[in-house]
């Protein structure tokens, strides 16, 4: 269900590294726990922040929850779709509905994230 070339935090934000960009969403289960999306805020490019900040939001029929950014780094670009097609974060949460690329400052940052198995283990911690 979780992508293994993806790294995971414990607020539910994915990250997939290709050099020094890293491509960041929220995971399957986040997107479960939210219901229909129906709005997402997301930053401008250029935009930076620290691991742990929150770059944005989703709005959906039951809430709205901040997304945080698991390694800090600068926006290199947002994904366009989502402005139009919010819902797209029910139907692809780990493909599609990619929120920013960021450019990663502190790479060493991205040891404290879980695999895919651990974050797996992580959520059935969580529910029992």
């Known amino acids: ?9 414990k607020d539910h934000e994915w990250i997939l590294v290709e050099g020094d960009i890293g491509t960041i969403g929220i995971t399957e289960y986040a997107q479960h726990e939210l219901g229909d999306v129906v709005f997402a805020e997301l930053p401008k490019v250029g935009d930076t922040f620290e691991a742990g900040d929150s770059f944005g939001s989703v ?5 709205v929850s901040e997304i945080f950014c698991p390694v800090a780094g600068e926006v290199v670009e947002v994904n366009p779709l989502l402005a139009e ?3 797209l974060i029910n139907e692809s949460p780990h493909r599609e509905a ?7 400052t502190r790479p060493e940052e991205l040891r ?3 695999s895919a198995e651990e974050y ?3 959520l059935q911690e969580q529910s029992a």
Do not use: H
């Not at 269900?1 to 935090?9: E, G, H």
């Not at 709005?59 to 809430?63: H, I, L, M, T, Y």
């Open 1 to 9: 269900m979780y992508p293994a070339d993806y790294v995971y935090s």
């Open 59 to 63: 709005e959906s029929v039951k809430a």
């Open 85 to 87: 097609k919010p819902e």
């Open 98 to 104: 990619w929120m920013i690329k960021i450019r990663i």
């Open 112 to 114: 404290g994230l879980l």
């Open 120 to 122: 797996a283990e992580y």
